[in-house]
């Protein structure tokens, strides 16, 4: 299912706030700088490593990711207006 390199982030955690929605994006692109993470955002300018940054939010982020050595998949999702309702998710194979 997944490995010790994302094995902590196999879970599924809600974001209600600003804040959780900042932290999520923290723990994407830290994972993403180690290269435990590949990301397939729904569209280019989606990226996470762009978001909020030079370019400003989408309405909606949608990312996929990828562990890069067991294959494990994650998504992140969230309404940015609100900086809620969505969340972090493990999606089993």
Do not use: K
Not at 18 to 33: C, F, K, M, Q, S
Not at 43 to 71: A, E, K, Y
């Amino acid at each position: 299912m997944a490995c010790d390199r994302c094995d902590a982030l196999c879970l599924d955690w809600p974001i209600r706030t600003p804040g959780e929605l900042e932290h999520a994006l923290t723990v994407a692109r830290d994972n993403l700088a180690d290269g435990t993470l590949t990301e397939q955002p729904d569209h280019p300018d989606n990226s996470v490593l762009r978001m909020g940054q030079d370019r400003g939010w989408p309405d909606i982020v949608s990312v996929d990711f990828t562990c890069t050595t067991c294959g494990a998949r994650f998504h992140l999702a969230c309404e940015t207006y609100h900086g809620g309702g969505g969340g972090w998710s493990f999606r089993p194979r």
